[in-house]
T-cell receptor, first 117, second 111 residues
Framework: NAGVTQTPKFRILKIGQSMTLQCTQD?????MYWYRQDPGMGLKLIYY???????DKGEVPNGYNVSRSTTEDFPLRLELAAPSQTSVYFC????????????????FGPGTRLLVL | KQEVTQIPAALSVPEGENLVLNCSFT??????LQWFRQDPGKGLTSLLL?????REQTSGRLNASLDKSSGRSTLYIAASQPGDSATYLC??????????FGKGTLLTVNP
């Protein structure tokens, strides 16, 4: 049981290039999230998904796109990289297990460090 | 819009001391509150989750409390150790379990 895995661990991009950050989970969780963390700041939500085929914007979605074709995978796409997208990107998952509105904790991947020059 | 504030931003204590980290949030309509630990260059590890209907949770030397009506939570660490040195993040869960994070408290425990 690997939990949440992210690739790559580190990447340098030139301005205007594109790339996809990969996130895979093996916990069969229905909810998945992408956050970014800038130095000295807390995490901010980029996009999230409540299940395969369903995605929605978070607080800072501009410049990013996502898709969720399977329960396991939730890739984040940067189409035209900009210096403002230099950050550490974390993928997280949770499940709505339990009775009523009881929620589970969020499990985080190890992160992808992205530098845009 | 939910806002989460953590005080202090940094804390340095000698080994063995008991300490309290504070978290406040502006919207009391939360589903749960979570405390995370983050080591330098690493991901987040969940420490404690408190449901909105609960008042506190304990795990080992850690105790977290929640006062939803006043928008406050505290994380109490007993008998601190150098291995506790890390950044501690507080986050509140809203609709679809989306988390809003504070900026964290950087804790240093000196031997």
């Amino acid at each position: 049981n690997a939990g949440v895995t992210q690739t790559p661990k580190f990447r340098i991009l030139k301005i205007g290039q594109s790339m996809t950050l990969q996130c895979t989970q093996d916990m069969n969780h229905n909810y998945m999230y992408w956050y970014r963390q800038d130095p000295g700041m807390g995490l901010k939500l980029i996009y999230y998904s409540v299940g395969a085929g369903i995605t929605d914007k978070g607080e800072v979605p501009n410049g990013y796109n996502v898709s969720r074709s399977t329960t396991e995978d939730f890739p984040l796409r940067l189409e035209l990289a900009a210096p403002s997208q230099t950050s550490v990107y974390f993928c997280a998952t949770t499940t709505s297990g339990g009775l009523g509105l009881k929620q589970e904790t969020q499990y985080f991947g190890p992160g992808t460090r992205l530098l845009v020059l | 819009k939910q806002e989460v504030t953590q005080i202090p931003a940094a804390l340095s204590v000698p080994e063995g001391e008991n300490l309290v980290l504070n978290c406040s949030f502006t919207d009391s309509a939360i589903y749960n509150l979570q405390w995370f630990r983050q080591d330098p260059g690493k991901g987040l590890t969940s420490l404690l989750l408190i449901q909105s209907s609960q008042r506190e949770q304990t795990s080992g030397r850690l105790n977290a409390s929640l006062d939803k009506s006043s928008g406050r939570s505290t994380l109490y660490i007993a008998a601190s150790q150098p291995g506790d040195s890390a950044t501690y993040l507080c986050a509140v869960s809203g609709s679809n379990y989306k988390l809003t994070f504070g900026k964290g408290t950087l804790l240093t425990v000196n031997p």
